[in-house]
Structures are given as C-alpha cells and as structure tokens.
C-alpha cells in the first residue's frame, strides 16, 4: 500500500535522501524545507492530511516543537501519524516532544534511511491510512 508522507526539514540534502528511499519504496513524499511552510500547507483550506509527517525538531525560524504546538492547538492533521526525526537524543528533547502526543521518535544519527522507511511505515501500519 502506497502512503503520503510528508518530510518537515532544513537539510536540504536529508530531506532528498529520505524522499528517493520513500519514493522508490512506492509512497507519495512532499518535502518541506521549514516548519512555517510546512504550517502553511497544511492549514490551507481543503488541504489532503498525510499518512505520517517525519519532523525534525531543530530548525531555524519556527522549528518542531513549536510545529507540533501549533499541531495540537489548531487540531490540524489530526489522524496523521506524527515522528520525530532528528538528531536531537536526549532524554529531554524525547519527553518533551512525547507531551505531544507523538507516534514516534527516531535519531537520524542512529537511524540508516532504510530504518527510517521500515519504521515510519510500521508506525502507520498501527492504524488505517488517512484519505
């Protein structure tokens, strides 16, 4: 089953690199390069809800966790499955995006893509695609 995923990153060449993996695995991948952009999809009236975002938290301007304030606050995408994917580890950082009702957190210093793409797809696996 094919998915959309919605990638939410700085890195220019991160995000390339996490879109062909998902792209040659058979998903529907959109890249955004800030969280203000990304909240600017998705608030747009009519805007389709992606199966799963993969969110870096460290990013300039609004970075992930005011993302996923904002995500919450506003009920926006609200049946997506929302992961963390960053190189923040600590115990703290975790925690903290865990009282937003996070679905996942992967270390992208830990995390060779294909573990990325096994377990973003096992997270959207626990529950029915979003259409």
Request: hydrophobic share 45%; glycine share 6%; no cysteine.
């Amino acid at each position: 089953m094919a998915y959309r995923i919605y990638l939410v990153d700085d890195d220019k060449f991160l995000l390339d690199l996490y879109m062909v993996k998902f792209k040659n695995a058979g998903h529907e991948v959109t890249a955004f390069n800030s969280g203000q952009e990304f909240l600017t999809a998705v608030r747009k009236e009519g805007a389709v809800a992606p199966d799963a975002v993969l969110l870096d938290i460290i990013m300039p301007g609004v970075g992930g966790f005011e993302v996923l304030e904002a995500l919450r606050k506003e009920n926006l995408i609200p049946k997506s499955k929302i992961i963390i994917l960053s190189n923040q580890g600590l115990d703290a950082d975790i925690e903290k995006a865990k009282q937003f009702n996070i679905d996942g957190y992967i270390v992208k210093a830990s995390a060779i893509p294909s573990e990325v793409l096994t377990e973003t797809l096992r997270i959207i696996g626990t529950a029915a695609p979003t259409t």
